[in-house]
Antibody, heavy 121, light 106 residues
Framework: QLQLLESGPGLVKPSETLSLTCTVS??????????WGWLRQPPGKALEWIGS???????YYTPSLESRVTISVDTSKNQFSLRLSSVTAADTAIYFC?????????????WGQGTRVTVSS | EILMTQSPATLSVSPGERATLSCRAS??????LAWYQQKPGQAPRLLIY???TRATSVPARFSGSGSGTEFTLTISSLQSEDFAVYLC?????????FGPGTKVDI
């Protein structure tokens, strides 16, 4: 059974960089049919897709965050990571990693449990 | 960016009853729509993709329909484990976007 697990600090100071890692187990991140994505859910707001990465390193980001986001992959560790720079209180959210089934589709079929990140001094 | 709206915001039903949830897109997304179930403190669970195809292990009481801008998720006979928030997501246009959700409660 594929499992994803987010890890990283739960508290980040304003203007600093948020860094999270997603560890994938029960399957290889190097599969050709999938991307690997990050999403977030601010308190009381809709889920938002942040960006996705293919195991070979190609990335796609949502336009509103593109200038601050970097997603990277480490196939040797079966992990992918998110960096979000210059954070503000508006970046406070539960952050999820997920597997993306793409092609004619683009939906998220396996998810991590989510990790809560608070931006505060 | 495609705006997704869902109605009603909250749907109160009794176990065994039928629930009908709506999702609307600000422009046509063809049949490129997915539904998710989210319980408190948990990640979303994929229920439906392609507007009407059930994901693996999803019970037959869940069904999806619609195309273009209007979509419906129907739960034919609510079980206790179905009380949750239901989200829709379009993947026709970049970036993919989600609706705010419909809470199904008792």
């Amino acid at each position: 059974q594929l499992q994803l697990l987010e890890s990283g600090p739960g508290l980040v100071k304003p203007s600093e960089t948020l860094s999270l890692t997603c560890t994938v187990s029960g399957g290889s991140i190097s599969g050709s049919s999938y991307y690997w994505g990050w999403l977030r859910q601010p308190p009381g707001k809709a889920l938002e897709w942040i960006g996705s990465i293919y195991y070979r390193g190609s990335t796609y980001y949502t336009p509103s965050l593109e200038s601050r986001v970097t997603i990277s992959v480490d196939t040797s560790k079966n992990q992918f990571s998110l960096r979000l720079s210059s954070v503000t209180a508006a970046d406070t959210a539960i952050y999820f990693c997920a597997r993306v089934t793409y092609g004619e589709t683009y939906y998220f079929d396996y998810w991590g449990q989510g990790t809560r990140v608070t931006v505060s001094s | 960016e495609i705006l997704m709206t869902q109605s009603p915001a909250t749907l109160s039903v009794s176990p065994g009853e039928r629930a009908t949830l709506s999702c609307r897109a600000s422009q046509s997304v063809s049949s490129k729509l997915a539904w998710y179930q989210q319980k408190p403190g948990q990640a979303p669970r994929l229920l439906i993709y392609g507007s009407s195809t059930r994901a693996t292990s999803v019970p037959a009481r869940f069904s999806g329909s619609g195309s273009g801008t209007e979509f419906t998720l129907t739960i034919s006979s609510l079980q206790s484990e179905d009380f949750a928030v239901y989200l829709c997501q379009q993947y026709s246009h970049w970036p993919v976007t989600f609706g705010p959700g419909t809470k199904v409660d008792i």
